[in-house]
Nanobody, 121 residues
Framework: QVQLVESGGGWAQPGDTLTLSCTAS????????MGWFRQAPGKEREPVSC?????DVWPYGDGRFTTSRDNAKKTIYLQMNTLKPEDTAMYFC?????????????????WGRGTQVTVSS
């Protein structure tokens, strides 16, 4: 059974750092590129970053977030620095078969259920 399970979300104050994790099971993790997406209330889901099979990262946005993967643990990470209230969203990880990243959500085969991040003072 394929599963992607996100964790690490919660409440943070502006300027804080949060690190999200996404652990995969049920498929050959190292054959997939892995993406992070987020959806804020009332907005469309948008790409945040992607890490390719080989570890290369495609960041979107202003560079405050960093992404990495640990194939041995079948896990990807999203370190979110200098958080802002506008980063408040549900964060999802997703798996895309092959070595290339994409911001096209339809191209991602597997999705997690998400973890909520709320940034407020």
């Amino acid at each position: 059974q394929v599963q992607l399970v996100e964790s690490g979300g919660g409440w943070a104050q502006p300027g804080d750092t949060l690190t999200l994790s996404c652990t995969a099971s049920g498929f050959t993790f190292e054959y997939y590129s892995m993406g992070w997406f987020r959806q804020a209330p009332g907005k469309e889901r948008e790409p945040v970053s992607c890490v390719r099979q080989n570890g290369d990262v495609w960041p979107y946005g202003d560079g405050r977030f960093t992404t990495s993967r640990d194939n041995a643990k079948k896990t990807i990470y999203l370190q979110m620095n200098t958080l802002k209230p506008e980063d408040t969203a549900m964060y999802f990880c997703a798996a895309r078969e092959g070595g290339h990243c994409s911001n096209t959500q339809k191209s991602y085969k597997h999705w997690g259920r998400g973890t909520q991040v709320t940034v407020s003072s």
